[in-house]
Structure formats: structure tokens, C-alpha cells
């Protein structure tokens, strides 16, 4: 079927506002994850699920982020009263197992920018 | 502490030659290292996977070695092609972290024709 989607692809927010970032993963894919990509850099790990569980969150920048899979399928990143340094683009990847041997299928990310 | 150093400089190749991309990395004991390509906009798509005990793998015209006692991994793209152009990222999958991917920085390849 169709790969990860990530919505909306494009986000401008003014500093203070909060923001609910989407991710679609690949159906039937158990692990999802979460990385912030800031401009000319490689992503860095924010957070992980497997299924529904949240396994590791030892990425999240703040207790501002805030992240989701309640039903093991679709996750939501939450970013509350954004900062200027939370600009960067935030990918959703998810993978068919639960090994790291498995590939990361990575979805086109949302640009963030905050004023 | 921790590192993944890719270099952060372009490299600009001949089509039709070998380019060479590197990855060393400092104080990681990993078990598996990956390479990713990502394109303008897009998000990365895996290429390659290769385990601490293996020294070299290959696909199409693609090619990795991981050293560990370098602690280095060394990308091959042979016959370069002007689409091959895109930021190659190298990634580790530590022995004791689950399933975390920590990236390197990418190198951005341009292949000209």
C-alpha cells in the first residue's frame, strides 16, 4: 500500500502556539518513531512506540513534546507553547517488526517554523 | 563523548567514477550501521545494512565496509550517475538501545555529468 504520510507538510507557527504534527504509518507496521531534523543536519530521535506502547522518550527536547499512538496505528507529536528552536522538520518513520534489523520506512516530514 | 562524523563538506564527482563517502564514529559500540539516502524534501530511504561481523556488503553498485576496530564504515557508489546526487546519511543501531538509530550529520554527493 502506500507509504508513511505525514500531515500537514507545512506548518507556520507563532511562538507561544501549540502544534499537533500527524503521522500515517505503513499499515501493519508495529514500531513507529519520531526524529527532529534541523536544516543540514541528520535526524536525531525523538521518541519510539511499539504498538501503542511508548517504549522510549528519551529524545523529547522538553516536557513540551509530547507524543501518541493510542490505538497503535496513527501517532501525533504535540509541541506546546513553541519556541523559535523548535523550527526544524520533524520526520515519522515506522518499521514492520519490533527488531532493529528492520528497515525504517520514513515519510516526507513536516517543515515547522516558528516566528 | 558520543559521535557520528560524517563529512559535512559537498563532494563533487565525475559521473562514470567511484564516489567514497566515510562514517567514523567515536565511543558507540554498534551493532549494526545503515545508510540512507535523502533527497530535497524528502525523508530518507534505507539502502544498506551491515552487522558488526561482517567487513563488507554489497548491492547493484553499491558497496559498504564497517571496520570496528577504526571505527569507521566506507560507502561506495561505483559508475556515479548525475541521479545518484543526494545526501547520503550513515546511522548506528547501538548494541544496548533498542531500536534508536543515531545519525551522522549526511554528506551531500553531486554527481556531474
Known amino acids: 500500500g502506500a507509504g508513511v504520510s505525514q500531515s500537514p507538510r507545512y506548518k507556520v507557527a507563532k511562538r507561544g502556539q501549540d502544534v499537533a504534527l500527524r503521522c500515517d504509518p505503513i499499515?501493519?507496521?508495529?514500531?513507529l518513531f519520531w526524529y527532529q531534523q534541523a536544516l543540514g543536519q541528520g535526524p536525531e530521535f525523538l521518541t519510539y512506540?511499539?504498538?501503542?506502547?511508548?517504549?522510549?522518550k528519551s529524545g523529547l527536547p522538553s516536557d513540551r513534546f509530547f507524543a501518541e499512538r493510542p490505538e497503535g496505528s496513527v501517532s501525533t507529536l504535540k509541541i506546546q507553547r513553541t519556541q523559535q528552536e523548535d523550527s526544524a522538520v520533524y520526520l515519522c518513520?515506522?518499521?514492520?517488526?519490533?527488531?532493529?534489523?528492520?528497515?525504517?520506512?520514513f515519510g516526507p516530514g513536516t517543515r515547522l517554523t516558528v516566528l | 563523548s558520543q559521535k557520528i562524523e560524517q563529512n559535512s563538506e559537498a563532494l563533487n564527482i565525475q559521473e562514470g567514477k567511484t564516489a567514497t563517502l566515510t562514517c567514523n564514529y567515536t565511543n558507540y559500540s554498534p551493532a549494526y550501521l545503515q545508510w540512507y539516502r535523502q533527497d530535497p524534501g524528502r525523508g530518507p530511504v534505507f539502502l544498506l545494512l551491515i552487522r558488526e561481523n561482517e567487513k563488507e556488503k554489497r548491492k547493484e553498485r553499491l558497496k559498504v565496509t564497517f571496520d570496528t576496530t577504526l571505527k569507521q564504515s566506507l560507502f561506495h557508489i561505483t559508475a556515479s550517475q548525475p541521479a545518484d546526487s543526494a545526501t547520503y546519511l550513515c546511522a548506528l543501531l547501538h548494541n544496548n538501545a533498542g531500536n534508536m538509530l543515531t545519525f551522522g550529520g549526511g554528506t551531500r554527493l553531486m554527481v556531474k555529468p
Open positions: 518513520a515506522s518499521s514492520l517488526g519490533t527488531s532493529g534489523l528492520n528497515e525504517q520506512f
Open positions: 512506540f511499539q504498538n501503542e506502547a511508548q517504549l522510549d
Open positions: 499499515s501493519g507496521h508495529v514500531s
